[in-house]
């Protein structure tokens, strides 16, 4: 293929569409990503692909050695239909990418890239997600549901107030309530519950009453007596 036909190629695609060679570097850069990136294909061209698009998934940012696009375009190989947050002239936005190979007319392989906006539909992915995490080992009845995964903060050792502050959350107990009950103050109350979450490798309070009834640490309030 033409270094000619290879352009037309890019820039008859619809969707925003770049191409990447094995070194990381953008070899093409069409009109429809100039708009969506809000950069020109004359300050795209040339450059390194993870230093322009900033690229991060759910685990954060990638680093060069770990990137998905690099590594497709070193191994010759396409990664279909990946989902990576990157930047855009309006800010970081979630897009899905699907790759495809072509030869340049001297034989260099270039993996192009077609990326689609999908942020909207990325945001109620991680909604789910969130709310599937929180509630894990419960169906909308408060029937238990039972997982072949190993229970979060399995072994956690908490301390004996831990335990009571832990158990009094599993009963609906708020931090105030806590405090009086076990005549400590509110502050105590929310260092202790830190401290739990921290140990049951937990990011709400639902989240460690649910991790603490799949390891055993609590009675599950839904089990049979």
């Not at 429809?32 to 950069?39: M, S």
């Not at 990946?82 to 034989?107: H, I, M, P, Y």
């Not at 072949?148 to 708020?174: F, H, Y």
Request: hydrophobic fraction near 35%; include cysteine.
């Amino acid at each position: 293929m033409s270094y000619k036909q290879f352009n037309i190629l890019i820039e008859g695609t619809a969707d925003a569409a770049f191409a990447v060679d094995s070194a990381g570097r953008i070899t093409a850069w069409n009109s429809a990503a100039a708009q969506l990136f809000g950069i020109s294909d004359r300050e795209a061209v040339g450059a390194r692909c993870h230093q322009l698009l900033q690229c991060g998934d759910d685990n954060g940012i990638f680093h060069p050695e770990r990137c998905v696009i690099q590594r497709a375009s070193q191994a010759n190989h396409p990664q279909t239909n990946f989902d990576l947050r990157v930047q855009t002239k309006t800010g970081k936005q979630w897009c899905n990418l699907s790759t495809f190979f072509a030869s340049d007319e001297s034989g260099a392989h270039h993996a192009i890239h077609i990326v689609r906006p999908r942020e909207m539909r990325k945001r109620l992915e991680q909604a789910m997600g969130e709310f599937v995490r929180t509630q894990a080992g419960n169906n909308s009845n408060g029937v238990r549901v039972l997982s072949s995964e190993p229970a979060p903060g399995n072994g956690a050792r908490l301390t004996s107030r831990e335990l009571e502050v832990l158990r009094s959350l599993a009963k609906g107990q708020n931090t105030r309530k806590i405090a009086n009950q076990l005549n400590i103050s509110s502050a105590t109350v929310n260092n202790h519950i830190k401290h739990i979450l921290t140990k049951l490798g937990a990011h709400t309070r639902i989240e460690a009453i649910r991790n603490a009834e799949r390891s055993g640490l609590i009675q599950d309030p839904y089990s049979s007596a």
